[in-house]
């Protein structure tokens, strides 16, 4: 099986950073894009960034020039670093990976279980 466990979330205020780990683990023959999404209280899950197993990335705008996401291919972690953090990014953040198994032809995507972000002061 696969697991990707979240973690670095936590409160902080309007302004500061916070750095997201997303670990995966399991029977992983390549991890393709990964990703992170969030959902706030009373709201759709909402995409925030991808990179590429070659480090492309793509950013919602919401985040763009205030967020960082990037990879290490060794661990098989990603990252979300959050800088200027703002009231409106207080949400549940979650990992997302595009997993090919051992054994197996094509990707499946894996979700990890939340971190939570609260933005308050």
């Known amino acids: 099986q696969v697991q990707l466990v979240e973690s670095g979330g936590g409160l902080v205020q309007p302004g500061g950073s916070l750095r997201l780990s997303c670990a995966a683990s399991?029977?992983?023959?390549?991890?393709?894009?990964m990703g992170w999404y969030r959902q706030a209280p009373g709201k759709q899950r909402e995409w925030v960034a991808t990179?590429?197993?070659?480090?492309?990335?793509n950013y919602a705008d919401s985040v763009k020039d205030r967020f960082t996401i990037s990879r290490d291919n060794a661990k098989n972690t990603v990252f979300l670093q959050m800088n200027s953090l703002k009231p409106e990014d207080t949400a549940v953040y979650y990992c997302?990976?595009?997993?090919?198994?051992?054994?197996?032809?094509?990707?499946?995507?894996?979700w990890g279980q939340g971190t939570r972000v609260t933005v308050s002061s």
């Open positions: 997302n990976a595009d997993v090919v198994r051992v054994g197996v032809l094509y990707g499946y995507p894996y």
């Open positions: 399991g029977s992983i023959a390549r991890l393709n894009a």
């Open positions: 990179i590429t197993s070659g480090g492309s990335t």
